[in-house]
């Protein structure tokens, strides 16, 4: 019997295998979120991850009853929150509202287009604010169509999770489980068309390569292997190549999926660091644009400063 120290002090009744690691441990939350090989290191290496979450290549977890909860209330489960269907007309409405420099442009275009049309009449003065309004709309309509695709695929990867199954090793014995069954520390069986079910890492594999398809149906396949500085399998991901056996370390949105579907659906949370990378990145793209709007209503000012008479 395994026994898993929790906050609760919940242990099996006679185990002398401990469960000797917790979902916050940092080596663990880094392992397949960030690719961090000196995690892999500083937790002992494949055998000692193994040993670590009371799991092994041959014989996977236990896997009866009591230490399958035991997992779940220790690490969670593998499910994802459910995303509360926006119309686009929303998401464009709250992608507006949420930009401060959006608004002060709508305003300055605005007032343009008023003292515009009175200044030189509908025919020659409409032309500087709507160039502004279409700016507008333009920067809001790119980051409301990247957000809803996003949004898109994490309902596409949740799906997969509630539809699909996944070969596993539990009592030394293999099973047949729906992927939202999957827990930490369960042996997953790979072979070619196969979806990772959840972030692991590699115990052995046969020239096994993957492919990601959440961000670009492009991508080219992945090579993961032992000893490499990729032997990391990223939830969602799909085996385009070879077989292997990876041991579960993340579920649900301890993933690095997982974490990005949740800041999708959460209100007034703090943002998890993949959303602040994200968030960084989306930020200076939007000043870029911003200042692109900018220029071009300037541009449009002098422009039409230099052809309409003054009045």
């Known amino acids: 019997m395994f026994k898993i120290h929790d906050d609760d002090g ?32 500083s937790l002992g290496g494949i055998g000692g991850l193994t040993a670590t979450l009371a799991s092994s290549v041959e014989y ?10 035991r997992r779940w209330k220790a690490f969670g489960v593998n499910t994802y929150p459910k995303r509360k269907a926006k119309s686009l007309a929303s998401q464009f409405w709250d992608t507006l509202m949420k930009d401060v420099s959006l608004i002060v442009l709508l305003l300055g275009a605005s007032l343009s287009l008023g003292f515009g049309v009175k200044e030189h009449g509908v025919k020659d ?27 898109k695929l994490f309902d596409k990867l949740g799906s997969k999770c509630d539809d699909n199954t996944t070969t596993i090793i539990r009592g030394g014995q293999r099973q047949e489980v ?16 196969d979806i990772i079910p959840a972030d692991g890492v590699l115990l052995w594999g046969d020239e096994l390569e993957v492919q990601d398809p959440r961000w670009t149906a492009e991508e080219d396949p992945t090579s993961v292997s032992i000893g490499s500085e990729n032997p990391f399998c990223a939830t969602g991901a799909i ?27 959460r209100k007034n949370t703090d943002p998890t660091p993949l959303q602040q990378r994200l968030d960084g990145l989306m930020s ?15 541009y449009s000012t002098g422009s039409t400063s230099d052809v309409c008479p003054a009045s």
């Open 178 to 193: 729906p992927i939202s069954e999957v827990v930490v520390g369960d042996v997953v069986i790979l072979k070619i068309g």
């Open 239 to 265: 085996v385009t190549a070879g077989y292997g056996r990876i041991i579960i370390t993340a579920v649900g949105t301890d993933t690095g999926s997982g974490e990005l579907m949740s800041s999708v659906t």
């Open 284 to 298: 200076k793209t939007g000043r870029v644009r911003n200042a692109f709007a900018i220029l071009i209503a300037l």
């Open 125 to 151: 003065g409409w032309y500087d604010g709507t160039i502004i309004l279409v700016s507008v709309f333009l920067i809001v309509a790119v980051s409301v169509v990247g957000s809803h695709w996003q949004a």
């Open 10 to 41: 919940f242990f099996s009744e006679d185990g002398d295998q401990t469960f000797s690691i917790r979902a916050d441990d940092e080596n663990l939350k880094c392992l397949v979120k960030d690719r961090r090989e000196d995690c892999l290191l």
């Open 60 to 69: 996977g977890i236990l896997g009866d009853g009591p230490d399958v909860r």
